[in-house]
């Protein structure tokens, strides 16, 4: 497979992909509605719309949206539309599984409840696919959502994540770079950077599966062969690395929304990873673009060999 350089690649890639089905949780928000229409409408994706029927109805007119195109499940409640859409993917009517109108704590109350939801091994973590044009290719952020202060083992799980993100967007062997200030350990003052040499001790011997680890590492050197080659680094990442993990959750939060409201050069696609499906996990703030690329990286996931 070809790497992902643009989202205009990844989109190609879930076109030439089977179609599948996405359970939408509290279906009437007019901006998810939006952009289920939009996936529909390229052949990307169907959807089962579990809401507020009369208010999905009303969105679906002021829009253009010909309800007639969806199975609607009316579930005027926010939590239960969610336990329902969770329901369908167990069932296997949908394959993939995401939030509307609905808090987020009820989404994922839903989707990790121990007996009727979606809850695997792994840890659930908020990753997200960026497109930057100033180093011309798509890399992957973790975590910017989930996890406040994630410990060693958790990073390692989170890592594993990034690596099956990172495959479905084209990388064979993906390169993740453990983020911190510097790339020397200071056990005491910087304690996130001997978590980092951990995980690449641990990724060395085949604990964290998927690619290759390399921490602790500073953000230039990670996606700058320029930086890398002024500081004279020598490690396995020399500004190609296709996944960035931050050291906590303020971090990757900071991050990410400084770059989509800063820089006017990326474009972000999220999905929450770690449950039995990709979870369409965006944010209430994230425009239309954001939610539509959200649902085409979480198909790419979502296929077979994804």
């Known amino acids: 497979m070809d790497t992902v350089r643009s989202f205009s690649d990844l989109e190609a890639l ?16 007019e901006e998810a509605l939006l952009a289920i229409d939009c996936a529909r409408k390229r052949g990307i994706v169907d959807a089962i719309l579990v809401g507020d029927k009369a208010q999905i109805e009303a969105h ?58 979606l809850r695997t091994k792994q840890r659930l973590c908020s990753v997200v696919a960026l497109e930057c044009r100033a180093i011309g290719r798509v890399v992957v952020l973790a975590d910017v959502g989930t996890n406040i202060a994630p410990t060693v083992e958790e990073k390692a799980s989170i890592l594993e994540s990034c690596f099956a993100v990172s495959r479905a967007v084209g990388v064979e062997n993906p390169k993740a ?18 978590e980092a040499a951990l995980l690449s001790k641990m990724s060395e011997r085949g604990q964290i599966a998927g690619g290759i680890v390399e921490g602790p590492i500073s953000m230039d050197i990670a996606v700058s062969r320029h930086a890398s080659d002024i500081k004279k680094f020598s490690g396995k990442i020399r500004g190609d690395a296709d996944i960035l993990l931050v050291p906590d959750l303020q ?23 770690g449950a039995k499906v990709p979870l369409i996990l965006t944010s209430r703030g994230d425009d239309h673009d954001t939610k539509y690329h959200s649902i085409v990286l979480a198909v790419l996931i979502s296929r077979p060999g994804g």
């Open 177 to 194: 770079a453990v983020l911190c200030a510097q790339e020397k350990v200071q056990r005491e003052a910087m304690p996130v950077t001997a």
């Open 60 to 117: 679906a007119e002021k829009n253009g949206i010909e309800p007639g195109d969806y199975e609607i499940v009316d579930v005027p409640d926010g939590a239960k539309a969610a336990v329902k859409a969770v329901e369908l993917v167990r069932e296997g009517r949908a394959q993939l599984l995401m939030k509307g109108l609905v808090e987020t704590g009820d989404f994922l109350r839903a989707v990790l409840d121990g007996a009727n939801g």
């Open 14 to 29: 879930a076109l030439s992909a089977d179609k599948q089905t996405v359970a939408l949780a509290a279906a009437h928000s």
């Open 251 to 273: 971090a990757g939060n900071i991050l990410v929304k400084g770059l989509m409201y800063l820089s006017g050069d990326v474009r972000v696609a999220g999905v929450g990873m």
